[in-house]
């Protein structure tokens, strides 16, 4: 058995190794001692309705707001990110808050549904969203802010507690927000179980709803547990995105639009851009154009806030694996116009555009996570789809058209969970649209309105009698001969949709059909 433990682990800058901080490293029993503090102080803030846990989430929104820059400080010491992307998660989380603070009374009401017939007609009845008590967040490293608070304050709201368990990676950034949530003075229900793999699988063990982000392996593992425990999970997993750039696009745009859908964040995003399809007339011209944009971005190193468009990776193991796939690539053929190579200063890794590129690939159908444009040229719209279809994943993908209609009928032709036409990650910013991955790329969805605050609660129904009750009912013990009949009766003239099954039924009511003869 685990005992508690005072273990610690480092959390080093990705640019030049310093150490940043030593956080406690939980071990299982501590993971579940977590939970049980939190399942004594769940229930007053279920209690307090979703108005009352609205008012402290608009505290958090105002305090996320105030700490902006130094989260900004944080984050980007333990990613390595632009401060220009840095510097968008808090207020973006602050906008998740307004989102779901403004619609909780609405998303959590009681609904009163009508009878199914005459069986129910009796009641009145209602259906209650009540919390799952614990739920239990497992997030990666490539957001440290924003990942773990997209689901951390839906959860909440919902009126669950929450254990979140960032990425060993990139923990600061949730200590922070739940230093936040203490300095507002707020309930005890949220609280971080900082670790590795076994202080995941532990909160796996021991929560109530688990909501994943992370690769599709790990995934998997953390499905098995929670189906062992037969607890619902919600998965948001890799992506492989496609983007297809047809021949009547704005190439301006497309360029630019590929260029920061595949790049931004070094391409350490689920939804990022990762294998261009573009068609034949234009394949040329777009490559030559994205080619000249990726050579011109500034990157490296980020001594001064805004001087570099992109900096470092996460974590050397990420930048290993863009390597292995960018050499494997070029080791088959394919050819890099620009980037190809690690910097050679920390986790940075040039960006890198690669034609010349088949779909037998790894870069072309694994996960790459990182900053590489892998162009195919393609005959037509058709092939595109094909071949944007030839993934295990089914995340998201965009289109880049003029003809905006032609672009809606073929993204109901790819088989992934968001297309956004002329535009990269625009859905994950629309609140009131589901983001969630089909085939590999998920289980359940993150957001969609109502959805996102639903998912962390089980539906109870209630039924209440409209009327003055009877001393008990007809198909109540103790059973007789004439109160059986009538109740079979009654059911079957509910049950008939004719008069002849109605009527005749009671006429033949007085043959017990036992007693039938010839
Ligand atoms: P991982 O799957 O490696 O890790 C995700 C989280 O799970 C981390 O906190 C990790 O801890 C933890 N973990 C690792 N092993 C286990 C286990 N056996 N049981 C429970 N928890 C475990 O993903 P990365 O952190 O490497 O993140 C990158 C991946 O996340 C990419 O595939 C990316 O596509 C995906 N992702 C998906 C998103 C989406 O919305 N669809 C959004 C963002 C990322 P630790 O790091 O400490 O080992």
């Known amino acids: 058995m685990d005992g508690p433990t005072t273990s610690t682990f480092e959390v080093r800058s990705p640019v030049d190794g310093r150490l940043l901080a030593e956080v406690a490293d939980f071990a299982p029993a501590q993971v579940a001692e977590a939970v049980t503090t939190l399942r004594t102080a769940q229930p007053a803030w279920e209690a307090l309705g979703p108005k009352g846990r609205a008012r402290w989430m608009r505290r958090l929104r105002d305090w996320l707001l105030d700490e902006a820059e130094h989260l900004a400080d944080v984050l980007q010491a333990e990613s390595g990110k632009p401060r220009a992307e840095a510097q968008l998660e808090a207020p973006w989380m602050a906008e998740l808050i307004n989102y779901f603070a403004d619609h909780a009374r609405e998303f959590l009401a009681d609904e009163r549904v009508g009878s199914s017939g005459l069986l129910s007609a009796t009641k009145r009845m209602v259906k209650v969203h009540r919390p799952y008590p614990v739920v239990g967040v497992i997030s990666p490293w490539n957001y440290p802010l924003a990942m ?3 689901d951390v304050i839906p959860a909440l ?4 507690a929450v254990l979140l368990k960032p990425s060993e990676v990139t923990p600061l950034s949730a200590l922070e927000l739940a230093r936040g949530w203490r300095e507002i003075g707020a309930p005890p229900v949220l609280a971080v179980a900082t670790g590795s793999a076994p202080a995941g699988q532990a909160l796996v063990d021991v929560v109530d709803f688990v909501q994943f982000t992370g690769s599709t392996g790990t995934g998997r593992l953390v499905a098995h547990r929670a189906v062992d425990r037969l607890v619902p999970y919600s998965l948001e997993l890799g992506g492989k995105d496609p983007a297809i750039v047809l021949a009547d696009a704005d190439l301006d745009r497309a360029v630019a639009g590929v260029a920061w859908g595949a790049l931004f964040n070094s391409g350490q995003a689920c939804v990022s851009i990762e294998r261009v399809y573009v068609e034949d007339s234009i ?4 490559v030559s154009r994205l080619t000249t944009l990726v050579d011109g971005l500034r990157h490296g190193e980020e001594k001064t806030p805004y001087a570099v468009d992109t900096a470092a990776m996460a974590t050397m193991a990420q930048r290993n694996l863009v390597h292995r796939h960018v050499t494997e690539a070029l080791a088959s053929g394919a050819r ?4 190809g190579r690690p910097t050679g200063v920390g986790t940075g890794y040039r960006p890198t555009v690669l034609v010349d590129v088949d779909h037998s690939m790894t870069c072309i159908r694994e996960e790459t996570f990182g900053p590489t444009i892998p162009v195919i040229r393609v005959a037509d719209a058709d092939e595109a789809v094909r071949l944007a279809n030839d993934s295990s994943y089914g995340l998201s993908a965009t289109i880049w058209t003029r003809d905006l209609a032609r672009g809606q009928s073929i993204a109901r032709r790819l088989d992934v969970g968001a297309v956004n036409i002329n535009d990269a990650y625009a859905n994950l910013f629309a609140l009131t649209l589901p983001h969630g991955g089909w085939k590999t790329s998920g289980s359940g969805a993150r957001f969609g309105g109502a959805h996102g605050l639903r998912k962390y609660t089980r539906q109870q129904a209630i039924t209440t ?9 007809p198909a109540w013990f103790p059973y007789s001969r004439r109160r059986a009949q009538l ?4 059911f ?9 099954r109605r009527i005749p039924r009671i006429v033949r009511s007085r043959r017990w059909p036992g007693a039938r003869s010839g």
């Open 336 to 339: 890099a116009l620009t980037g």
């Open 487 to 490: 109740t079979r009766h009654l």
């Open 283 to 286: 394949h040329d011209s777009f």
């Open 157 to 160: 709201l919902a009126g669950s």
């Open 465 to 473: 009698p409209r009327f003055p009750t009877l001393e008990r009912e």
């Open 492 to 500: 079957h003239a509910v049950a008939a949709r004719d008069l002849r």
């Open 148 to 150: 773990p608070g997209m």
